[in-house]
C-alpha cells in the first residue's frame, strides 16, 4: 500500500500538471484572442466563444477572457500563474490594476494571495472615492422561492416602495432602507424567484445599467403610468397616428412579428450552424440594407446583438466605412 507521503507526492505532480496545463491553456487562448479567430468563427467576442463553443460556464469564461486579456498585454503573468505564484482566482482583481507600466512592482503583491486578499489590495492600490454600490442577494430561510436584494440607492429614490406583482410569500410591503451616506441608502427587499429571473433578464438586455438605475427606472415607469390614469380625465383626446412618412420607420405590427419569430435573441449563423442566439443589446437589422433600398418588412428584418449586427455592415459595407462611422468599434470590443 502507498504511505501517506507517496500519496501526497503524486498529488504535488498532479497540482503542478493542472497549473501548467492551464498557463499553456491561456497563452494559446490569448494567442487565439489576438489573431480574433473567435470572429472567424461567427462569434460576437472571445467570452461567447468560451461559453458557446467550449462549453465553459459564464463564470469560467468570463475568467479566461480576463486572463486572456491580461496576458497579451502583461506576457508576465504567464510564469507566476505556472508556479501557483499567482493564483488563478484572483485574476480578475490582478488585471484591474496590473498592467504593462507596473508589473514589476504591482503583479507581486498578488503572490500567495486568495481572491478575498487580492480584492483588498486593489482597494489599497485604487481606494473607492464613494461607497461602493453594491447589490446582494441572499437566499432567505424558511421561503425556498424567495431571496433578498440588497441595493445601494440613492436618496431621491428613498420615497418609494417597491413591490412584485404579486407579493412573495412572507414578503411585506415596505422594504426597509438603512442610511449610508447624505445621498445613498441600502434598500432591503425581500423578493420572489421569478423576480430574480426578471431582474437577471433586465441586466442581460441593459447591461449599461446598474442595478439601481434599472430599479429607478422601473419606479420612473411605473410612476408616469400612475400619474397618466390619474391625468387621463382631464386630457385632451390624442390626435389620431397616422402612418410615418419616414422611410427609416418600421411599424409596430412589423417589430412585433420580427421579433416573435425570432423568439427575442440574435439569429446571425455561426460557424457551426447554430445560431448565436444571444439576447444582449438587442437590435433589428434590414437584410438588405436600407441604403441599398430594404424595405422595412418581416422578410427583410432579423433580431441581431449589437456585435453581430456590427459584423452584418462590415460584410456589406467593408471596413474602411464602418470604421468611419463607428472608429474602434470591432465585434467583440464591448
Ligand atoms: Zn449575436
Redesign the pocket.
Known sequence: MDTARELSDRLATLLRRERSALAEFLVALAGFDARRAWAELGY?SLFHYLHRELGLSKGSAQYRKVAAELIQAVPAVVEPLRDGRLCFTTIIEVARVVTAENWAAVLPRFYGLSRHEAAEVVAALAPHPAPPVRTVLTAVPRAPAGSTVELNVPAVMSGSTVEPVAPAPGSSRSAALTPLTADLQRLHVTVSERFRRKLERLRDLRPDLSDDALLEAAVDLLLAKAEKRKGALTERPRASVRPSRDPRHIPAHVRREVWERDRGC?Q?RLANGEI?G?THALQLDHVVPRARGGEPTAGNLRV??A??NLEAARRVFGDALIDAYAPGRRVGSS
Do not use: G, R, T, V
Open positions: 460576437a440574435c446571425w448565436c444571444s441581431l446583438c456585435a453581430h
